[in-house]
């Protein structure tokens, strides 16, 4: 069984900065690709940020790169979004998941994640 279980969410002025985690149970995490998602108010879930199984590749949205950060801790399981420079624009609910094939590499296809947490809402005050 897995759980994935994200944290770090609230609510927070634009121009500020979170670090959400994604703190994962059972045997897979250390060798799947994970992602970060986001579904906001009244829209389709999108992708935000994908990680390989090691950690050394990543894919970023357009709308984030370069405000967002991806990382992971395979040694104590913990998948890490830290987000500076917040927009109203980043309002959502983000979700982490993971890739149902093992030893895979960092995607933006939702389909590819087998996996997903409950979500953590994040609100960006203008």
């Known amino acids: 069984q897995v759980q994935l279980v994200e944290s770090g969410g609230g609510l927070v002025q634009a121009g500020g900065s979170l670090r959400l985690s994604c703190a994962a149970s059972?045997?897979?995490?250390?060798?799947?690709?994970m992602g970060w998602f986001r579904q906001p108010p009244g829209k389709e879930r999108e992708f935000v940020a994908a990680?390989?199984?090691?950690?050394?590749?990543?894919v970023y949205a357009d709308s984030v790169k370069g405000r967002f950060t991806i990382s992971r801790d395979n040694a104590n399981k913990v998948l890490y979004l830290q987000m500076n420079s917040l927009k109203p624009e980043d309002t959502a609910v983000y979700y982490c998941?993971?890739?149902?094939?093992?030893?895979?590499?960092?995607?933006?296809?939702?389909?590819?994640?087998?996996?997903w947490g409950q979500g953590t809402q994040i609100t960006v005050s203008s």
């Open positions: 998941a993971a890739n149902e094939r093992s030893r895979s590499g960092p995607t933006s296809y939702a389909r590819a994640y087998a996996y």
């Open positions: 059972g045997d897979i995490f250390t060798n799947r690709a």
């Open positions: 990680i390989s199984w090691g950690g050394g590749n990543t």
